[in-house]
């Protein structure tokens, strides 16, 4: 079994955080790759929720979907309850985890997919948000899933288009969120979190071969530290071999 | 599918469009000059081919407005269209910039004094859906995902529709379950088999991606120009939606008819 690329070293450190008996909003791409790694692994009654309108979907391995709202997504669903009310699902307090990307981060886990500029005169314009300010707005809990880049981690982000813990200090709840908030930020180099008062970022445990000094020098703001940090246990034979059969065209692991 | 291309084919100008993943078809209605604005939770092909690079020529310039809602937000737009009422109450986009965007304001829980973003309807002048099945009195019938088609139905002032198939009144009898448009909201119904093609239709046919690296492809190489000259051959060339079909072939037609029965009715 040859060495994991930062691709399948993220979907496997991001499959970890999955709870089996769990509902999980997955975005398409590696969150959706880690979600069904976890399901088929360690988490068989985990229900997947894919935003086009899907509920426990069980994705066929070599036909990962490449948008949350075709058949690749919903195959084998349990329920497609249409857009509108799976995110209502979501509203409700159904939904534990929420699982997605993010182009651009800041240190209160705040994300920016819609534009780098002014809004209506962008000097890059991406995609938007989707449901991706849904699921940070209404899941029980956000767990990011990134590449570790210092250009992707500043300290505001330009657009909020995802909230987290906004700026701080309570500033969530007082916007009308009741609940949720971004736990935990998964990526190529370690495990982040926030502390539990200033909701600000900290570097929590580091993949093997990393150094805490590697994740600040690739980071665009000061990070915290937790008390103790830890050192992730490197994928398993049986975790990449799984990862690699649920995506042969190489299509998402690179 | 179909009915995009007939918008294009009638050189409309100065509209609005609003869905809420907006895909190829965006891109055409930009690059043909038909829309101004684009109201949308997001927009780009598919996630391996990265950002469009047309909707960021079109944006990034000024000359088409992407006016950004989340999903559910611009969901409840549309069911509060549908609903008939002045806006819902919601607990998404509370918090974040995208608030501003489209003038969202906030209202106080009259009980609780609970922050509630008051999300406002919108009542589309045209709706263009296409079904599975409808009957001739205009009873439509979706399998698969709903979307949210039967809420725009019911939101816009004229509804056109086009179908894969003209059943008998008796068949919707059958499943008046499915039935999620009854024919009172239709104000035109079309037959028009593959009618979302390369696009997918739920269970009928998987969506060409071949054809969607093709595309992108060409604008990779040339620029958003290409598509002007994908318009020719796809839009304005071939007369009727036959003829546009022919272009991709029966052998393609069939082989995503396979692929879709692989995914939905044989998995």
Sequence with gaps: ?254 | MALVREVLRQRRRGLTLARNLTCTEGEFLMAAGAVERIVTAWMSIGLPWGVSKVMRHYVESGKVALEEWSHLALGLRFRAGAMGVPFLPALTMLGSDLMAVGGTKTLQDPYTGETLAAVPALFPDVALLHVHRADRFGNCQIDGYPHMDADIARAAATVVVTTEEIVSDEETRRHPDRTVIPGFLVDALVLVPFGSFPHECYGLYEADFDHFAEYTAAIDAEGPQAVAGYLERYAYAPPTFADYLDLFGGERLARQVRRARELTVDA
């Design chain 1, 1 to 254: 079994m040859s060495a994991p690329n930062a691709s399948e070293l993220l979907a496997v450190m991001a499959s970890r955080q999955l709870r089996d008996d769990t509902t999980v909003f997955a975005g398409v791409g590696v969150p959706l790759l880690a979600a069904a790694l976890a399901k088929q692994r360690h988490a068989p009654r985990l229900t997947l929720v894919i935003e086009g309108g899907i509920i426990g979907p069980e994705i066929a391995p070599g036909r990962l979907p490449i948008s949350t709202n075709e058949m690749r997504a919903g195959r084998r669903a349990q329920m497609l309850p249409g857009i509108t009310d799976a995110f209502l699902f979501a509203q409700r307090g159904f939904v534990d985890v929420g699982f997605m990307g993010g182009a651009q981060i800041d240190q209160y886990g705040n994300i920016n997919t819609t534009a780098i500029g002014d809004y209506w005169k962008p000097t890059v314009r991406l995609p938007g948000t989707g449901g991706a300010n849904d699921i940070a707005s209404l899941c029980r809990e956000v767990i990011i899933v990134t590449a570790h880049e210092k250009r992707r981690f500043v300290p505001r982000v330009a657009f909020v288009t995802s909230p987290a813990w906004l700026a701080g200090d309570g500033a969530r709840r007082a916007a009308g969120l009741l609940f949720g908030g971004v736990s935990r930020v998964v990526t190529t180099l370690g495990l982040l979190g926030f502390d539990p008062e200033t909701k600000r970022m900290r570097i929590e445990a580091t993949h093997p071969g990393v150094s805490v000094d590697d994740i600040q020098a690739n980071t665009g703001f000061e990070l915290g530290r937790a008390p103790t940090i830890e050192t992730t246990e490197p994928p398993s034979a049986d975790e990449l071999e799984m990862l690699r059969a649920l995506d042969p065209e190489r299509r998402f692991l690179g």
